[in-house]
């Protein structure tokens, strides 16, 4: 019995620490309203639950592309991937000097709902990855 719980809860915990896909149907009304209300023109769509809200992946205009909503339809932040090359210089110097002993797996520029703009890079080192998030000049944003 004391295995079993231990699982239950080591399940639990391991489903709340990834986005788990779900179906659009399970999709609350107002997140998906708010999705084809900001991109009309998308058809296709893969719903992930992120904590609380929701993220729609998905391609427009050639680039991959995700976006939170929360469940009342409230637009959180688009994310859309970029190659590494292409993350402000003063982000590439800051990799270069602090991360150095870390690869690059992903990049992306994160726009959240006040219109500020982050940028995201995966950094992966002895099979580890994290993310990390920063300002335009380069310095380390928080979560």
Do not use: C
Not at 91 to 118: F, P
């Amino acid at each position: 019995m004391k295995n079993l719980l231990m699982f239950v809860v080591a399940a639990l915990l391991a489903g709340t620490a990834h986005a788990q896909k779900v179906a659009a149907a399970q999709v609350p009304a107002a997140a998906k309203d708010t999705f084809k209300a900001k991109f009309p023109t998308v058809k296709t769509v893969a719903w992930e639950r992120e904590g609380e809200a929701f993220e729609a992946g998905f391609t427009q205009n050639g680039k991959t592309m995700s976006a939170v909503i929360t469940s009342a339809g409230v637009l959180q932040e688009t994310e859309t991937d970029i190659k590494a090359a292409q993350l402000p210089a003063a982000v590439r110097a800051t990799l270069a000097r602090d991360y150095k002993a870390y690869q690059v797996k992903e990049a992306a520029t994160i726009v959240k709902a006040d219109g500020s703009t982050v940028y995201e890079a995966e950094v992966s080192k002895g099979g580890k990855a994290q993310d990390v998030l920063f300002t335009a000049d380069g310095k380390v944003a928080p979560k």
